[in-house]
């Protein structure tokens, strides 16, 4: 008997640290020495707690700086692979769920001016029960604290529901007695799109500011997907590789900050997994070759502090589209914004939008609600390039598009084609599109300012010249070749010199 008693009881301990309920751990190591040995929280090991599918909360162990970076990738991830609704609001909610510290999450979504719970999950089941449309005036939920929420789209936090606050006398609360419970608005481009409503029963005070800062990522990153979600409800999309990849590596950030005890070795880091989330994100070489008519060659290096450079070469029904776009600034969050565009590109791609005004517009805005969210002052320049039948059509502000034809240069401008993403809400005006046709042989070389602005020790910029130059001399050659060639010109000019900025290009030569 005092095997079986000991199993359920390491189970038990286990959970409640999980939660977060520490007195009731406590009480559990006073009450039974015997078969439990007292431990805090964080003692317990990492790849005990997370499994392939399914993470833990960290924040016993680390800060929320690294809770930020590991919400974002997985929202990332499912934004990238998944349009499904009923995927989509089924791994939300476990996500939630499992950060918050909740035992139990309901999703409200709106429907006729009326709510309806979408998603229902506990923590302690693997199941969560997605679009079944229950009315909140026929489910055990606290109606007063959902209606004040949507009222005011104000987040309400009690630490003890039934003995503190404005809830006290709501006919739920006053029967179930809850513990720790959190309601948040979900809001998107300023209407509000859904509310999640969050219990914990075992333990008061679950909700703590960590917890709540981590939420309040979530649910942007969460309103966004969920409108997107239900525009293209119809659309099914498969799960790509890069899933994976994301997943595989928010495991390696995971055991890479288990082994760090300093704060700065945990951001040397955290920003050495960043570059190598830029990487994998890249085109394989075996995307490149499918591509028919063009020769292509892409390479992007990542400096020293992480920078946000981007590019992309898409293919989906036959349309072909070219990405390339800079990030402002260094540090993970530009990180984070280059894998939330190049996840938005990929939606909008999947949805045949072609229209550049509108395409850019809708990425724009993505963008500029994310950054007022963040708070960080982020932008980039993009361009967008679509191939069809030998031509090129370009969009969007970015570096100069070199052109070779037949051995002589041409620079196409693209200032008046775009405008930063992200700085302001409406860029609509500024959008428009240039027509580049191609004729066999003609290269076209695309990049960052990573080159054109790389220093030597003596402090020069190695600039558009030099860059021109290296692809006038090499234009005979493949795309492979003359990327290799710009590159190691541009590391002979650097020499020992720190790289400051993510060097980033793309060739392309018709066939």
Known sequence: MDKFAQTYLKEAHYRYQQWGAFAKVADLETRYPQFLAPKTASAIPMDAI????????????SGSEWLDLNSLMKVAQTLSGEIVLSRLLEKMMRIVIENAGASIGFLLLPQHNKWFIEALGQFDSNEVNVLQSFSIENKTIAKTIIQYVERTQENVVLNDASQEGQFTCDPYI?????KSVLCTPLVNQGQLTGILYLENNLTTGAFTPDRLEVLKIISSQLAISIENARLYRTLEQKVEDRTIQLA?????????????????????????????LQKMLL????????????????????????????????????RILFAIGDVTGHGLESGALAIMVQSSIRTLLANNE????KFFSALNQMVFHNVQRMNVGKSLTLALVDYIDNQLYLSGQHEEM???RQG??????????GFPVGLDFEIADFVNQVTVPLNAGDVVVLYTDGITEAENRSNEYYGLERLCQVVLHNWLRSAEEIQQAVIDEVRQ????????DDITLLVLKQK
């Open 248 to 276: 595989q590596a928010n495991e390696e950030i995971t055991a890479l900050n288990e082994q760090l005890q300093e704060e700065n070795l945990r951001m040397s880091a955290e920003l050495d997994v960043s570059r190598r």
């Open 493 to 500: 000019f650097i020499g020992e010199q720190k790289v400051y």
């Open 174 to 178: 006053k029967k179930q007695r809850p």
């Open 354 to 357: 072609t229209d550049p005004v």
């Open 283 to 318: 085109p394989s070489e075996k995307e490149l070759e499918a591509i028919d008519g063009l020769d292509i060659a892409g390479f992007m290096a990542p400096a020293e502090e992480v920078g946000g450079d981007y590019y992309d070469v898409l293919q989906h029904n036959g």
């Open 402 to 404: 070199i052109v070779v």
């Open 50 to 61: 997370i499994s392939a599918t399914r993470m833990a909360s960290t924040s016993i162990k």
């Open 408 to 417: 002589k240069l041409e620079l196409i401008d693209t200032v008046d084609l």
